[in-house]
C-alpha cells in the first residue's frame, strides 16, 4: 500500500502521466496521493470554518472556491 487514506492511484497515475510523464512508479503516485490529500484536507477545513461564520452546517461550492483563494 502506497499510504494513502483515500483517493485511488489510476485517476494520480492519469493526472501525472496527463503532465507529461511517460512511466510513473507507485511511490510518485503514492507521494502525490498523499500531497494531494493533505492540501484538499487544508482547504476543506477553511470551507467549513467559513460555512460555520455564515451560521450554515453545509459547505457550499462558494466556500470552497472562497478557500482557495485565502
Known amino acids: ?4 487514506k483515500h483517493l485511488p492511484n489510476a485517476p494520480i497515475d492519469r493526472l ?10 507507485e511511490g ?13 484536507e487544508e ?3 477553511k470551507a467549513v470554518a ?4 455564515a451560521g450554515r ?5 462558494a466556500d470552497i472556491k472562497l478557500a482557495l483563494r485565502t
Open 50 to 53: 467559513i460555512a460555520k461564520h
Open 1 to 4: 500500500m502506497s499510504g494513502h
Open 28 to 40: 510518485a503516485t503514492g507521494e502525490m496521493a498523499k500531497a494531494l490529500e493533505n492540501f484538499a
Open 16 to 25: 501525472i502521466r496527463d503532465a507529461g510523464a511517460r512511466r510513473v512508479s
Open 57 to 61: 452546517k453545509t459547505v457550499k461550492a
Open 43 to 45: 482547504i476543506a477545513r
